[in-house]
């Protein structure tokens, strides 16, 4: 981007476009808003200053003008369909609302439109006139409509209003030519800006924004019970919420530069926090694959592009990230499964039949690109990948996952019920035969703790409690769960089924990625637990089953080995000395390096263990070994 653009002068920009009553005759202010052209091409101006250009292969949202024989439609609406730089009929992944087109009125006499229609005393139009609304934008799932007053249908250029849960219809924008730039303002540099979120520093940096920086002149933005203020800076813009929304302030920048600039004139550093745009995270590399480990074996490659289908969900999920990826399956005695991924990293899983919420299972920073699902002869399996951020597949009976790093320009995922795996974008496509029992070596001992609870009532709820924000609970709880599966020195059933969440727990992956206070005490049972287990003191069929664990796990540690989390990387060395492996690599964390010592049979090492937090006793099971 070549010269800066200070934003706090965009205020100006707008008012020199878009009249405002005060000082004009009605006549004026008619004939100024009839004249569109000066608000289509602050529109450009704003779209190319982003970054924003119209890709080769567009993916164009057709329209046809058309007359509705009740109202007519303003001619604004059907000005911004034409625009031949309009970023939402070329890009409509940018948006993700819906266009109604005629629009539609609300009350909708199809009764596929959710909102009503204008309450007998709003102020909204004149007393005795036309209480509809007439829809020609909705957000992705229908959570907010806009449209503009049926009373003023006639006008070339009318205000918008937005339905809102709580209040009825509310003013959105002074005219539809205002309301897009606006649609655009909040979608274009949240996508191919640099971004950062406040934090624990939000209430002051508020503060310093209304009183240093400019509006850019809009209304407040209500999308999803989000109430937005948008500051300008010079190449940034702060976007306030004094609603409901994920972050209450967030920064959008057109460079990293002004982002650490803007966070210097705020006081703040905020330099390590600061996002790459989507544009940038989105943006495929050309498809690089890896061989195979054991897991996957390379069936085919191609340079025929592989494409994303746009999703479509016929039933509305309230989530402020749009929606980038879909997929649905039929679980025995569960009913229907949907899976939905979002713009913003997140996948979410959903039993509509059970009356329950979407329930988050993982999130990484680029967007969710793709879903498959499929029944296998082992059950029902998904799949999910990430932009250049690797595929993961879950064996939905077991809830055993993989991640897969199979290389860059992977969006678009597709698999067969013989476990072959369709992955590609635009720069090709491979086919891989996946093995699963590589891919979910523990697929059968999880399985076993679906009778967990009925074989060992209590355990479950104990080792969740592990996770509780309660210490005095997970106090409670790692206490009761050491009396019950500390061997003596027979391993019992519940120790062999606990032993793989305890080890999560002690290394924070799985289940266990969450805070915890009794982390190394947690790991620590684990490794007495795989000493009894590897001196065999269990009992047929368990006696099998703690030796198909504790061979599935040279499989997983180097992985762990190698992970970015210190305390991941330390229980992977002290499980590696606990199976009697091979020594762990050198590592430069203190802790890591200690337990590889240990591992390798230095005694020293405990004492340095010990002076962060580990029992001396549960160390020592390593060296008894």
Not at 38 to 62: I, K, N, S, T
Not at 155 to 169: A, I, N
Not at 201 to 227: C, H, M, N, Y
Not at 263 to 281: S, Y
Request: with cysteine.
């Amino acid at each position: 981007m070549d010269s800066m653009i200070d934003y706090g002068d965009f205020a100006a920009r707008l008012a020199r476009v878009m009249p405002r009553p005060d000082g004009t005759t009605p006549d004026e202010c008619s004939a100024h808003l009839a004249d569109t052209a000066p608000r289509w091409e602050l529109l450009r101006q704003f779209q190319e200053e982003w970054g924003y250009e119209v890709p080769a292969d567009a993916d164009e949202w057709r329209h046809e003008p058309v007359t509705s024989p009740d109202l007519p439609i303003p001619a604004a609406l059907d000005q911004w369909w034409a625009l031949p730089y309009n970023s939402f009929v070329h890009s409509p992944r940018l948006y993700w609302t819906n266009p109604e087109y005629p629009p539609t009125p609300r009350p909708d006499p199809t009764g596929y439109g959710t909102s009503a229609g204008l309450p007998a005393d709003t102020t909204l139009v004149p007393a005795g006139a036309d209480r509809r609304v007439c829809v020609f934008q909705a957000e992705y799932q229908y959570c907010n409509e806009w449209g503009y007053p049926a009373a003023d249908a006639g006008l070339p250029d009318p205000r918008v209003l937005v339905s809102d849960s709580q209040d009825g219809w509310l003013l959105q924008a002074r005219s539809i030519s205002e309301f897009f730039l606006q649609l655009a303002v909040h979608r274009l540099p949240a996508h191919y800006g640099w971004t950062v979120h406040a934090d624990d520093d939000t209430d002051r940096i508020v503060a310093r924004t209304k009183s240093e920086l400019t509006p850019l002149g809009f209304l407040p933005w209500r999308e999803l019970a989000q109430e937005i203020t948008v500051y300008g800076a010079p190449d940034a813009l702060v976007f306030h919420d004094a609603g409901y929304g994920d972050h209450e302030l967030t920064v959008h920048a057109r460079t990293a530069e002004a982002l650490v600039r803007l966070g210097e004139r705020m006081g703040v550093d905020w330099a390590e926090r600061i996002e790459a745009p989507c544009a940038v995270m989105e943006g495929p590399r050309g498809l690089g694959l890896r061989a195979g480990d054991g897991r996957w074996e390379v069936v085919s490659v191609s340079a025929e592009p592989l494409l994303s289908e746009r999703p479509e969900l016929e039933a509305p999920i309230a989530h402020t990230s749009p929606l980038t990826a879909l997929t649905r399956i039929d679980v025995p005695d569960e009913g229907p499964l949907v899976a939905t991924g979002h713009e913003d990293g997140s996948l979410h899983l959903w039993t509509p039949e059970s009356g329950n919420a979407p329930v988050e299972v993982d999130r990484r920073g680029p967007a969710l690109t793709g879903l498959t699902s499929v029944h296998t002869a082992n059950g029902p399996v998904l799949a999910a990948s990430w932009c250049d951020a690797g595929v993961s597949l879950w064996d939905i009976d077991s809830g055993e996952r993989a991640d897969l790093d199979l290389g860059p320009g992977i969006v678009s995922v597709h698999l067969s019920a013989d476990l072959r795996l369709l992955v590609g974008g635009p720069s090709g496509r491979a086919v891989l035969q996946l093995d699963p029992d590589a891919l979910w070596p523990t697929r059968e001992l999880m399985l076993s703790l679906v009778s967990f609870e009925e074989t060992e009532p209590g355990v479950p709820r104990l080792l969740a409690e592990l996770l509780s924000h309660d210490e005095e609970i997970t106090e409670r709880a790692f206490a009761a769960l050491n009396e019950l599966l500390a061997p003596t020195p027979d391993v019992s059933p519940a120790a062999i089924l606990s032993f793989t969440y305890l080890t999560q727990i002690g290394a924070e992956i799985g289940v266990g990625a969450h805070p915890c206070t009794v982390r190394r005490r947690a790991l620590g049972l684990a490794l007495r637990i795989a000493a009894a287990m590897r001196a065999e003191a269990a009992e047929e069929p368990w006696l099998t089953a703690s030796r198909k664990l504790l061979a599935s796990l040279p499989r997983v540690l180097p992985d762990m080995l190698r992970g970015a989390n210190p305390a991941t990387r330390t229980a992977a060395a002290l499980l590696t000395g606990a199976l009697g492996g091979h020594p762990a690599p050198a590592d430069p964390h203190p802790e890591v390096a200690a337990a590889a010592a240990l591992a390798s049979g230095d005694a020293t090492a405990i004492d340095v263990l010990v002076t962060t937090g580990w029992d001396r006793a549960d160390l020592a099971t390593l060296l008894d070994d």
